[in-house]
């Protein structure tokens, strides 16, 4: 069946630093890929998404680029905040109702 | 921020008592759904809802039910609480099929400790 992995953290980075939290997927046909993202006592949102081979969603300085010869959507940022520390979520839809979504990424920025 | 109202956002019980977990929207998205969220698991989908008395499985629906007889409420049932259904359970919303890159909108989330 259908699934995302993505990179187990928690990750901890300074104020500023480049951030890559990896995505791969597995899925027949050509799913919709998404991030999303939880900060503290909050339920997820939407940060972006991408729906063909070779899109890039961005939103609030995050970047991420559907690769469909490495089955990839790796968020990145060039210049991390500490407002940016929050849980994000790869996720993935396909010819359903339904959306999975990987285990999740915890992001610590320290200033 | 859409409409999405968890109730209630706190509860314990005890082993083999009946929960409701209850999510109201005021979007009127068709869409609605129920997931569980664990250390190590992430986002887990309980059930489903696409439309009034439309409802289906999810990967985790072992002990639990739903039910959804108006669109804007959707509820969550355990019939027998069990130590391993304590988590943070969040409804989501969408107003179109997840496969057209529907967009899912969350509530504040449910925790639920069960001793």
């Known amino acids: 069946g259908d699934s995302v992995t993505q990179m187990e953290g928690p990750v901890t980075l300074s104020e500023e630093a480049c951030l890559t939290i990896?995505?791969?997927?597995?899925?027949?046909?050509?799913?919709?890929l998404f991030w999303y993202v939880q900060y503290p006592g909050e339920g997820l949102q939407l940060l972006l998404k991408?729906?063909?081979?070779?899109d890039k969603g961005s939103n609030k300085g995050f970047e991420a680029t559907y690769r469909k010869e490495t089955t990839s959507f790796h968020l990145e940022k060039g210049s991390v905040q500490v407002s940016d520390s929050a849980v994000y979520f790869c996720?993935?839809?396909?010819?359903?109702?339904?959306?999975?979504f990987g285990k999740g990424t915890r992001l610590h920025i320290l200033p | 921020d859409a409409g999405i109202t968890q109730s209630p956002r706190h509860k314990v019980t005890e082993t083999g008592t009946p929960v409701t977990l209850r999510c109201h929207q005021t979007?009127?998205?068709?869409?609605m759904y129920w997931y569980r969220q664990d250390p190590g698991h992430g986002l887990r989908l309980i059930h489903y809802?696409?439309?009034?008395?439309?409802?289906d499985k999810g990967e985790v629906s072992d002990g639990y039910s739903v039910s959804r007889s108006k669109t804007e409420d959707f509820l969550l049932t355990l019939e027998s609480a069990t130590s391993s259904q304590t988590s943070v359970y969040f409804c989501?919303?969408?107003?179109?099929?997840?496969?057209?890159?529907?967009?899912?909108?969350f509530g504040e989330g449910s925790r639920l400790t069960v001793l």
């Open positions: 979007e009127n998205h068709r869409y």
């Open positions: 996720a993935l839809s396909n010819r359903d109702d339904k959306i999975i």
């Open positions: 809802s696409y439309g009034v008395k439309d409802t």
């Open positions: 991408a729906t063909k081979a070779d």
């Open positions: 990896n995505c791969t997927y597995t899925a027949t046909g050509y799913p919709s």
């Open positions: 989501a919303i969408s107003e179109s099929r997840m496969a057209n890159t529907g967009e899912l909108f």
